[in-house]
């Protein structure tokens, strides 16, 4: 148990299919992420929230769009991905977004396959 | 640009030691951090530096000279359970983790 739980674990869609990840995280944290992990590559990082506002875009594509109703919960929303977008995507969160020491709590991470 | 640069495979063998190197340019510098993460799993905390020198914790150690833009992490008694990849990550001036690519580490009997 990680404190940060990440649903579905696994995801097949198409490329004309509207999905959407879920992160949630239960240890008090401010600060919450969306990274993607491509193999042999450094993590990307997508999104920032903290406190709630959206800090972070990392020059996503808009078939990314996030959302978060509240500090514990973010969501992923996907449309009309591209095969190219087929990775691991990680949620993590921290206890803020300024701080050296600045360590995050990963969830396990959702699998993404486009077709 | 910013650059972490370490190997992206090692093999060791079981209850040696191993050391997995990790180089850095970055725009500034608050603190360097080592992850580990086996394979279907979450990336988790290993060790943080922000001073150079070595900082031991149990079978880990990690050590940062920030004149040389350098950092190890050295694993003792490598068990079995150590097979994972380890990723480097440095917090530059604005408080961004600029991330290696992870270095995955197969341990043999």
């Known amino acids: 148990e990680t404190g940060v739980t990440q649903t579905p674990r696994h995801l097949v869609m198409g490329m004309t299919n509207k999905k959407s990840l879920k992160c949630e995280q239960h240890l008090g944290h401010n600060a919450m992420y969306w990274y993607k992990q491509s193999a042999k590559k450094p993590l990307e990082l997508m999104f920032v929230y903290n406190f709630k506002e959206q800090t972070e875009n990392n020059s996503v594509p808009s078939r990314f769009s996030p959302e978060c109703p509240n500090s514990s919960h973010l969501f992923l929303h996907l449309h009309t991905l591209q095969p190219e977008d087929s990775a691991l995507y990680l949620c993590?969160?921290?206890?803020?977004?300024?701080?050296?020491?600045?360590?995050?709590?990963f969830g396990a991470g959702s699998r993404l396959t486009v077709l | 640009g910013q650059n972490i640069d370490q190997p992206t495979e090692m093999t060791a063998t079981e209850g040696a030691i191993v050391q997995i190197n990790c180089t850095y340019q970055?725009?500034?510098?608050?603190?360097l951090f080592w992850y580990q993460q086996h394979a279907g799993e979450a990336p988790t905390f290993l060790s943080y530096n922000v001073l150079d020198g070595l900082e031991e914790k149990g079978r880990f150690s990690s050590f940062l000279s920030r004149s040389k833009g350098y950092s190890y992490l050295l694993l003792k008694e490598l068990q079995m359970k150590d097979s994972a990849s380890y990723l480097c990550a440095v917090m530059d001036s604005n408080y961004q983790l600029i991330w290696g690519a992870g270095t995955k580490l197969i341990i043999k009997p």
């Open positions: 993590a969160s921290s206890q803020d977004k300024v701080s050296g020491a600045n360590v995050l709590t």
């Open positions: 970055t725009s500034g510098f608050n603190g």
